[in-house]
């Protein structure tokens, strides 16, 4: 049954993407976050849903008259040059094959994400599509919450299987990336009932991802719940919030979970925290050998034989960080940091630009909070591989167009925003 409804809505939207283009950003968005076909247990599990839909919004972009426009800011320029440098070192990878696989997957996520540069030309486009990320993601959320409520936290919150989210540590970050997102959807909305809907959902997401049994989770959270109070425009709500928050996590979690934690500071007992250092020296040592780094996939056993300082513990990277240095060696880490820097920057930019015009309210709200989630990105990611989730190249795509927005609408220019813009039709 749910193979046919998920089949009805998708095949029902994609003619009306043949004519608005965007819509086909907002389904390619839900189906990339929240996964719909992977709930299922039909033919729709493995249909390439994803696909189907980034094709029929390309042929709708060539041959409509929406309004396109590709932004040639320093942060697309910066993105690039990445994924070039990374075409490079999958010609000089390891294991060429699987290399070359890898990189395909990482193109078609960023040929969706310049889709969704291209087709994002206004305020109302962002804000749904910042609702869609945010429901998609809450969906799991809010469940996720229940979930451990109901269960005193004595089972771990999981993702859907086959996807970037399906590990405990893996959902765990987008959850934790979402709540800000969720928290800016608060700030503009007017209508009381959706704002006590909104903040009960930020709180189930947090308690989603502490159930997750994360430690890299529990540090981000920890990191991010600062920097979030901080960047908020009511900051005795947002501490109230996360008061509430801590509470509900003191009240639920077993002692296991505590036990679990506490492992944070005795990592030298822990072997899956040893097999992770033993990676991150792995990836050093590569990336000193080899200028181009060991390519996509590098981690394995043969590897390791002649680069780990224990040859037998083989380990995934598990950081953001270490796989783009493994894989592409310093020159891809240094243009991964550089993305992440310039888009921090954009975003200051962006809420110095409109903190003395209330009409830009909402551009200063999303610009702090997407901070927030690169915080969250940042933090969790030392612990995770997830250095090709499209969730955080779809946050640069929205920054550098809100700020790209800003520069139309007043006369004072974002500093570093450049406009080698141009719009395009059909």
Avoid at 175 to 180: D, E, H, R, Y
Wanted: with cysteine; hydrophobic share 55%; glycine share 8%.
């Amino acid at each position: 049954m749910r193979d046919i409804v998920l089949a009805i809505i998708v095949f029902g939207v994609l003619p009306f993407v043949f004519t608005r283009p965007v819509w086909g950003v907002y389904l390619a968005a839900w189906l990339g976050y929240m996964n719909p076909h992977r709930l299922a247990w039909g033919f729709m599990y493995d249909f390439p849903v994803v696909l189907i839909t980034a094709l029929v919004t390309l042929v709708g972009m060539l041959t409509t008259k929406e309004p396109k426009r590709m932004i040639w800011s320093r942060e697309i320029i910066v993105l690039l040059i990445m994924i070039f440098w990374m075409g490079i070192t999958t010609t000089q990878a390891f294991f060429t094959d699987l290399a070359w696989l890898q990189y395909e997957k990482v193109v078609k996520i960023q040929i969706l994400t310049f889709m969704t540069l291209l087709l994002l030309t206004s305020r109302q486009r962002v804000h749904i599509f910042v609702w869609i990320i945010a429901l998609s993601l809450g969906f799991y959320g809010i469940k996720g919450g229940i979930f451990t409520i109901l269960n005193g936290g004595a089972y771990r919150v999981q993702g859907p299987t086959g996807t970037f989210i399906a590990g405990n540590n893996e959902l765990a970050l987008a959850l934790v990336m979402t709540i800000p997102l969720m928290r800016y959807l608060y700030l503009q909305e007017k209508r009381q009932w959706l704002k006590l809907g909104l903040a009960g959902a930020m709180l189930l997401t947090a308690i989603a991802a502490i159930g997750s049994q994360s430690r890299g989770a529990l540090v981000a959270i920890a990191i991010t719940g600062t920097i979030f109070w901080f960047k908020s425009r009511n900051k005795f709500v947002t501490a109230l919030l996360v008061a509430v928050a801590i509470w509900a996590v003191a009240a639920i979690m077993p002692q296991e979970w505590y036990d679990r934690m506490a492992t944070i500071q005795n990592y030298e007992q822990d072997d899956s925290a040893l097999g992770r250092i033993n990676a991150w020296r792995t990836a050093f040592n590569v990336a000193q050998d080899r200028i181009t780094g060991g390519g996509f996939e590098m981690f394995r056993w043969s590897v390791f034989r002649q680069y780990a300082p224990e040859p037998n513990r083989v380990h995934d990277a598990h950081s953001i960080y270490f796989e783009m240095l493994g894989e592409h060696g310093f020159v891809g880490l240094a243009l991964f940091l550089t993305l992440l820097g310039f888009t921090w920057l954009k975003c200051t930019r962006v809420i110095r630009a409109t903190k003395k015009n209330p009409e830009l309210t909402w551009a200063r709200d999303l610009a702090a909070m997407i901070q927030v989630s690169l915080v969250a990105y940042m933090a969790a990611g030392a612990f995770l591989g997830l250095a090709y989730f499209d969730y955080i190249y779809h946050l640069v795509a929205i920054t550098v167009v809100t700020a790209h927005l800003i520069a139309e609408s007043q006369p004072i220019q974002v500093p570093e925003q450049k406009h080698l813009s141009r719009s395009a039709t059909g």
